[in-house]
DNA sequence: TCGGTTATGCTCAGGATAAGTATAAGCCAA
DNA sequence: TTGGCTTATACTTATCCTGAGCATAACCGA
């Protein structure tokens, strides 16, 4: 019976599909997370999956570096999505995007391309956290949430809208979630409050601050952040945004920065330690006001060593 | 510039692909992980995404809603592989695997369907180390890859080599870890001891137990393998799985099953009530030898309540 | 009633975590 | 040259979590 469906299926016309390549590629520089972009800042680097391409991977590097002129290092898979949005055009074939995450270190992007650096929450301002409250803004987009969760039919359904968003935006005594990024852009994009929404043919309504992208770009740089927020507290994926020397501070304002909120700094200190990541170098960071610091580099045997952090099962001995 | 590389590889001729979407489904039935298999056993639900279907997801119910008659679930998106193997095939279009883990209880496959619940350690005998020491076939599969090792070229890969598999199959002293279903799985794979590699053209040498697939379906297996052994450990998805009420030592082999190992029972109950996954039916198990347990369901409300569990992050309060 | 079997409650030591306090070591300006 | 600013680093304390095991309860059948 398989086989008859299967058939069937091959005999249908038009299972032709293209796939597309999507880069979010992150550098760290200064305390600030960036993202490579090209189309002045308004797309991810990215291009269809051709024949010629040996796998996956190998496509997205062609184009990432046609694009760029930037190589790629680290690079793990993120998502695939079938495009949303133009959902009236039942004709064109359907077109997927097949996305990756990647981990440099910022370079100077080489004359001409039109590729920049940008930071990430220029696209996403309400991810950053780390300033404390910023008062205004939260409040404005606070209410207008509140706004979408009244405007629902029944007050059922308006008390279900407001729980969704008092978890994923940390409101009513809430804990604030970094790792929900993705799960905030999709509720941002429901509520209309989003531009891209708009486009796809939502009501437009107020829209908040926030640079949006082409096509599925932003949500795809969402799924990126909020990926690397969780990898960076079981695997030692930040070293591949350090420079070879960098001091403990340093360190940490690069992991405050991609989870857009601070750290203890002693705590922090004593889990780099503890977990043997880094070396001291014995060399002294210059420059710097205050007590200078030493510098340390990372650990490559740790890779090795550990293979992952941990289980949470109760695991049984004998 | 971009603009330019992106015309010029529209013109490129064949850019078309397949893309197929292929099911991880999941059952546990009396202590036993279970997956939906058709084609004798040899393959996983899939069928080709086509034109008329809405979402990837709604391709993938429909496929395997036709093959097995079974509806779909809880479901999430795994991987997207390109197919590797037939690797000198430079002519025939490029085809990528979309694969799903779907999570549902066993139920009775309908008449005219081709599928099975087939226990997934038929596939991966040495996933499963719930019994203590299996000696004899532990004994020969470290043998087998200790022969690998040593059959590299020098002597300083050969200790990359043994490492690697010293890491993965937790071997000298280390500890096994019930995650590293896929490395293993590739680990195997390259070393030539895997049935679907010596027909990807590998040397044919000794072959280890194990029931293969066709393409790439025992690597996706492994991969749901592998995402569901990491996911039980901080989403609440064994529920997915198991009957509306339960008892806890039921819950208990459930997640013994999934992960291949033994867990310790006061400490999985300890661990099960404080998160306030579970709450009391009142009623108590029947027909069982020894004391009667108590039966518990899931308590749904968990889910609203909690968004995810944690942070490693030494986060400061101020 | 005793031994086998499972359920369930409780303890205890060790380690990890959160949140500070205290001190050290630079720089700079008065 | 000293006091104040800044950052680095060491140490403390209370609390919580985890691994491991002991003890007891409740059922069954011989």
């Known amino acids: 019976?398989?086989?008859?469906?299967?058939?069937?299926?091959?005999?249908?016309?038009?299972?032709?599909?293209?796939?597309?390549?999507?880069?979010?590629?992150?550098?760290?520089?200064?305390?600030?997370?960036?993202?490579?972009?090209?189309?002045?800042?308004?797309?991810?680097?990215?291009?269809p999956f051709e024949f010629a391409h040996r796998s996956?991977?190998?496509?997205?590097?062609?184009?990432?570096?046609?694009?760029?002129?930037?190589?790629?290092?680290?690079?793990?898979?993120?998502?695939?999505?079938?495009?949303?949005?133009?959902?009236g055009d039942a004709?064109?074939?359907?077109?997927?995007?097949?996305?990756?995450?990647?981990?440099?270190?910022?370079?100077?992007?080489?004359?001409?391309?039109?590729?920049?650096?940008?930071?990430?929450?220029?696209?996403?301002?309400?991810?950053?956290?780390?300033?404390?409250?910023?008062?205004?803004?939260?409040?404005?987009?606070?209410s207008r949430l509140r706004a979408w969760s009244k405007s629902a039919a029944t007050a059922s359904l308006q008390r279900e809208r407001w729980q969704r968003v008092a978890i994923t935006f940390g409101l009513d005594d809430r804990e604030w979630n970094e790792e929900l990024v993705l799960q905030r852009y999709e509720l941002l994009y429901e509520?209309?409050?989003?531009?891209?929404?708009?486009?796809?043919?939502?009501?437009?309504t107020a829209v908040i601050p926030g640079r949006q992208m082409t096509g599925d770009h932003r949500r795809i740089l969402a799924t990126g952040i909020a990926r690397l927020r969780a990898k960076i507290k079981y695997r030692?994926?930040?070293?591949?945004?350090?420079?070879?020397?960098?001091?403990?501070?340093?360190?940490?304002?690069?992991?405050?920065?991609?989870?857009?909120?601070?750290?203890?700094?002693?705590?922090?200190?004593?889990?780099i330690e503890q977990q043997q990541l880094v070396e001291e170098t014995g060399a002294i960071a210059a420059d710097t006001v205050g007590r200078p610091a030493k510098l340390f580099r990372f650990r490559h045997g740790v890779l090795a060593e550990r293979a992952v952090v941990g289980t949470k099962l109760p695991l049984s001995r004998t």
């Open 191 to 204: 509520a209309g409050l989003i531009p891209e929404a708009v486009r796809d043919g939502a009501d437009a």
């Open 1 to 47: 019976m398989a086989g008859v469906l299967r058939k069937a299926s091959k005999t249908g016309a038009a299972n032709a599909t293209t796939a597309d390549l999507v880069a979010v590629l992150v550098a760290v520089t200064d305390g600030e997370p960036k993202i490579m972009t090209i189309a002045n800042a308004g797309a991810l680097p990215s291009g």
């Open 91 to 142: 004709k064109s074939p359907h077109s997927i995007s097949i996305s990756y995450l990647g981990l440099t270190r910022e370079d100077q992007v080489g004359q001409g391309f039109e590729a920049h650096w940008s930071g990430w929450y220029e696209y996403f301002p309400w991810e950053d956290q780390r300033s404390g409250l910023p008062a205004a803004p939260a409040k404005t987009l606070a």
């Open 236 to 271: 030692p994926v930040v070293f591949e945004l350090m420079p070879a020397e960098f001091t403990l501070l340093q360190l940490q304002r690069s992991v405050e920065a991609l989870a857009g909120r601070l750290v203890h700094k002693q705590n922090f200190r004593r889990l």
């Open 56 to 87: 996956l991977q190998t496509g997205l590097r062609a184009w990432v570096e046609a694009q760029t002129g930037h190589p790629l290092g680290y690079v793990e898979q993120l998502y695939t999505f079938a495009d949303r949005g133009r959902a």
